[in-house]
């Protein structure tokens, strides 16, 4: 079963630090890049972080300086690295990438189930 299991999230305080996971199951990232997303509710989904599968990134303004992006290949495994959390950073996150399974089949803009990160002022 193809699946982007997204792991990590939880209740913090203003100042502290989470890692998300995204690990691709049943499957393998393909060539394309990774993104970690965000929603607060009623809200638009907005993109956090990406990287490329050469190991480019990029960030929102919003979390440069704080939050990094990582991958580990052989675990097909993205990290996401947030430090410095603030309050506003309270919201849904996502992984989203493009897979193929072990047959062979593309699953393109694959979404994971979302990990909750709330942090407290």
């Known amino acids: 079963q193809v699946q982007l299991v997204e792991s990590g999230g939880g209740l913090v305080q203003a100042g502290g630090s989470l890692r998300l996971s995204c690990a691709a199951s049943g499957s393998i990232f393909s060539s394309n890049g990774v993104g970690w997303y965000r929603e607060v509710l009623g809200n638009r989904r907005e993109l956090v972080a990406g990287?490329?599968?050469?190991?480019?990134?990029n960030y929102d303004d919003s979390v440069k300086g704080r939050f990094s992006i990582s991958r580990d290949n052989a675990k097909n495994t993205v990290y996401l690295q947030m430090n410095d959390l603030k309050f506003e950073d309270t919201a849904v996150y996502y992984c989203?990438?493009?897979?193929?399974?072990?047959?062979?089949?593309?699953?393109?803009?694959?979404w994971g189930q979302g990990t909750q990160v709330t942090v407290s002022s």
């Open positions: 990287i490329t599968s050469g190991g480019r990134t």
């Open positions: 989203n990438a493009d897979l193929i399974g072990s047959d062979g089949t593309r699953y393109d803009d694959y």
